[in-house]
């Protein structure tokens, strides 16, 4: 489904950046962990001020589950 897809694809991202090494300095610097929120075309909005609104309410609801997290905004919560 679409929904899968896309919260296969935005986890993807997700672990991809939290694996990321990186170096300033000489020194590693603690991982970098990212929250996504997603909201779909037209079962979340039909225009992009919804959607982006939806997808906002997503995003915080990933940091308020702790973080490094993808919330798709359809899903209940």
């Known amino acids: 489904s679409n929904l899968e897809n896309?919260?296969?694809?935005?986890?993807?991202?997700r672990s991809a950046i939290e694996k990321l090494k990186i170096t300033m300095g000489g020194?590693?610097?603690?991982?970098?962990?990212i929250?996504?929120?997603?909201?779909?075309?037209?079962?979340d909005g039909v225009d992009t001020v919804t959607l982006i609104?939806?997808?906002d309410e997503a995003l915080y609801r990933a940091k308020k589950?702790?973080?490094?997290?993808?919330?798709i905004y359809s899903v209940p919560h």
């Not at 896309?6 to 991202?13: G, W």
């Not at 589950?65 to 919330?71: L, M, P, S, Y």
């Open 35 to 43: 929250s996504i929120g997603v909201a779909f075309y037209p079962a």
């Open 65 to 71: 589950k702790g973080r490094n997290k993808v919330v």
């Open 6 to 13: 896309s919260k296969n694809k935005a986890e993807a991202i």
């Open 53 to 55: 609104k939806k997808a």
């Open 27 to 33: 020194m590693q610097l603690p991982p970098v962990t």
